[in-house]
């Protein structure tokens, strides 16, 4: 299910410094590998092993200081109805101002979970000064400071009590969940139209959460599946500034609903650093992944134009070289089906359990010939390896000192868990633990 933490508040209480406190750590690790760019309003961050999707509303904001305009207002709606809990941000440095009481207006209306969080509470006076802001009529004000982290982790534990866990039953389990998502225009409507319109049965729609989710099942090509659609997006905002906010609104909530997620490109405009971002996204989320570049009849190429493509993007994506990459034309239905049937592979590479004797077998072999390295006079001895029933594949290596394994050996050991069992297109986990 997709925990979605919403930031809103005016602009200088602190939002985007709260947004990389909760997301940071977890994001410098992806970000200096892939290139991928800094600019982003959306992130994961996790409390206490719970995932969630933090979206700082601010940085789609073009409001100004002294207008609550209808474009805030809209977004704060949105924001409303695609998160699973809010946070509201003010500044106990200036207290309550008029635009703070206009967004409190807006919040009081929603039915999700909001906290008021008082932030730049650095000094005790200032954590004092907090309580002004219960008169916003929204509870109890959590006193933080963003900058130092103070006061974080008391919110946190309250945010996370209202995620859903994963043990929900789910009356579709086992079918997969597939979501389409891209950049505007690269072809996701028109490859829905082709999909849905083509052997189109829908067997169920499935009611969503909220009221706009839409899941519905297909069976396309001999395959069942969920669809969860991202297109539509351009006819829900009114206000053309909020379209962008929407839309990635939209897909992280479609992204972290499904299992595969297809992404689009535009084979015209190749690999882009907002490309990059869903793709890192979706690893990082565990997703399943196949990349679909679009439109690869309108780019000029001959026989090698595919081979040299893919190379250049696997390149640009690293460490991320295991999706696969087709390239495929909507319009004239060139590997429409191939595309489905490797997000239907995805699935069953992202679902499959390898029997503990099996995976020992070919580890132990591999661990033999090339044993973890020394590390400061020590030699880690690992015994043997599970894979635990998580829904995306996670491996425990159980050995002596796991706190010196390298992170060069743990790369080695997920390619060589790669080469024996094909996870291709799939993100894997793999820990230490002490035995
Ligand atoms: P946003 O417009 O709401 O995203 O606000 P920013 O995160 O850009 O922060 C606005 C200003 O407040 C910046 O100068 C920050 O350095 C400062 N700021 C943010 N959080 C804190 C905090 O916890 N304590 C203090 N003293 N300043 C902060
Ligand atoms: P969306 O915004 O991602 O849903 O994209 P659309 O499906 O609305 O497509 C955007 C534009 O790309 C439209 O003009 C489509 O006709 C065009 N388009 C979609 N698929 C293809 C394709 O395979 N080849 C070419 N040349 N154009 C395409």
Known sequence: MANIVAIVGRPNVGKSTLF???TEQRQAIMDNQSGVTRDRHYGTAEWNDKY?????????????EDVFEESIREQVEMAIQESTVLLFVVDTQTGITGLDEDFADVLRRSKKPVYVVANKAETAERAHASAEFYALGLGDPYAISSQTGTGTGDLLDEVVKHFQSDGVEDPDAGIPRIAILGRPNVGKSSFLNVLTGQERSIVTDIAGTTRDAINTRYKAYGKDFILTDTAGIRRKARIDSNIEFYSVLRSIKAMEDSDVCIIMLDATRGLEAQDLNIIGQAVKAKKGVVIMVNKWDAVEKDHRTADVLRKEMIQRMMPIDYVPIIFASVHEKQRIFQVMEKAMEVYENKTKKIATSKLNEAMQAEIEKFPPPSM??????????????????TFIFFCNLPQYVQESYQRFLENRLREHFDFTGVPITVFFRQK
Not at 376 to 393: A, L
């Open 20 to 22: 990389n406190r909760l």
């Open 52 to 64: 969630f999707t933090v979206i700082d509303t601010g940085g789609y904001v073009v409001g100004s």
């Open 376 to 393: 400061k006079g020590k030699f880690v001895k690992i015994k043997y390896m599970v894979q635990v029933p998580t829904p995306s594949p």
